[in-house]
Nanobody, 124 residues
Framework: QVQLVESGGGLVQAGGSLRLSCAASGGTFTGHAMGWFRQAPGREREFVAALSWTGGVTYYADSVRGRFTISRDNVKNVVYLQMNSLKPEDTAVYYC?????????????????WGQGTQVTVSS
């Protein structure tokens, strides 16, 4: 059973930065793409970023491209989301997830394991 545990969320002022981490354990990290999604109050969960198993290919939602960077350490089984130039509209619970396949996807249904989420709040 794969377990994903996010950390690094918190309260930050607009324009600030946060780095989220997602530690994977209990199952296969090898050969799977990983992604980050977020859900704001009253809104549906939305795709944020994803990267392939090798980390060589990344994909971002238009709303975060140029501000967020996704990366992974396949030795430590950790996925990161560096968030810069944060905006109040980035406020949400952020979830990491494991893709069933090796190449990235922005489709939530492709992901088979999810973390419990970490809250990110950006004040104006």
């Amino acid at each position: 059973q794969v377990q994903l545990v996010e950390s690094g969320g918190g309260l930050v002022q607009a324009g600030g930065s946060l780095r989220l981490s997602c530690a994977a354990s209990g199952g296969t990290f090898t050969g799977h793409a990983m992604g980050w999604f977020r859900q704001a109050p009253g809104r549906e969960r939305e795709f944020v970023a994803a990267l392939s198993w090798t980390g060589g290919v990344t994909y971002y939602a238009d709303s975060v491209r140029g501000r967020f960077t996704i990366s992974r350490d396949n030795v430590k089984n950790v996925v990161y989301l560096q968030m810069n130039s944060l905006k109040p509209e980035d406020t949400a619970v952020y979830y990491c997830a494991r893709d069933r396949e090796a190449y990235y996807s922005n489709i939530a249904g492709r992901y088979d394991y999810w973390g419990q989420g970490t809250q990110v709040t950006v004040s104006s």
